[in-house]
């Protein structure tokens, strides 16, 4: 578990930036701060913190996360009825170009990743299960399921950067 001081720290350091970020894709507050809020408890869970360098980077990628898989959810009247302010087709092209982009990892990570990288990716990011709960289930040592989850991502920003 990540120690009080250290959560702390890198609140202060990334908060603002995060909830930006939240806020941008969200165009909601309080599911923004929900967000922001998941990632630092999922944090605390986590025996093994990225490193340092890596930190903003993993941060910033969670609360995407987060927020793709929180749009995702909703069903098309839900976005609408919590005024997703979608007001011209450039706006619903740029979330169709987020929701493709996300079809497009899925489709990179099932033909791509070998296993047990592949059931850990998706358990993670389509089940949104913490890494102790994906190693317990997987029946692996906490590390090792950190050490595949690294690598995934790797390779999947590695093919998206391109």
Sequence with gaps: MIEKTILHRLFCQHYSEMIHLARTLLYDDEEAEDIVQNVFMRLM???IAPAEEKMRGYLMTAVRNGCFNRIRQKSIAERV????????????????ARLKTLDEVREYADSH?????????????????SLKEIAQQLDMNLKTVFKYLSQSIQSVQKQFRQ
Aim: proline share 3%; net charge negative; charged share 35%.
């Design 45 to 47: 869970e986590i025996d």
């Design 81 to 96: 009825k919590n005024l997703y302010a979608i007001e011209t087709a450039a706006d619903w092209q740029s979330i169709d």
């Design 113 to 129: 990743l070998k296993e047990p990288h592949r059931t850990i990716f998706h358990l993670r990011f389509e089940e949104g299960l």
